[in-house]
């Protein structure tokens, strides 16, 4: 009997699996006697032709009518055109000419003149930072700052300190 169970859920104890097996098919079989029926409730399908709004319908039609018209006559236009080609101006030569092609050559000289003055700089580099400025700056503002601050001790120690280092710097400079 045991060898012809077979489980959802293996195990190793033939008899304990069996068990397990019965009582999950028992809980599956209340499950189902619990189980209460469902009727389906829902109001029956209405056809189409009874929900049909005339009216609306009408103005559609009308619509696709007048867009159908309209199509076949642009379309008996553009046939009579492709049917009778232009007599007599067959020498005639058209250029081709763009209508933003002023813009593009602005455009195009702005660029270039950008790329000149580019090269140019790249060309001669200047120093454009002047060290003795900065340091010039640099003491007008630690004067600034012991002429605020309560403890001038500390700003002024820094103001002699750089004034010292100034006239040093100066020193080499004038060796050079």
Request: glycine content about 0%.
């Amino acid at each position: 009997m045991y060898n012809l169970h077979y489980s959802v859920k293996p195990c190793q104890n033939k008899p304990l699996q069996y068990k397990f097996d019965k009582r999950y098919q028992d809980a599956h079989l209340k499950a189902l006697a619990k189980m209460k029926s469902t009727v389906d409730t829902t109001a029956p399908r209405t056809f189409q032709i009874i929900n049909l709004n005339s009216k609306k319908d009408r103005i559609e039609k009308e619509n696709l009518k007048r867009i159908t018209q309209e199509n076949n006559r642009l379309l008996k236009r553009m046939h009579e055109i492709q049917k009778h080609s232009i007599i007599g101006n067959e020498n005639d030569q058209y250029l081709e000419k763009s209508l933003n092609e002023e813009q593009r050559l602005k455009e195009v000289k702005r660029v270039t003149q950008e790329n000149k003055e580019i090269i140019k700089r790249l060309k001669n580099p200047k120093n454009s930072y002047n060290r003795a400025k900065w340091e010039n700056d640099w003491m007008n503002t630690l004067t600034y700052m012991t002429n605020i601050s309560k403890f001038t001790l500390y700003h002024q120690k820094s103001v002699s300190k750089k004034k010292n280092q100034l006239t040093e710097d100066e020193k080499w400079r004038e060796k050079k």
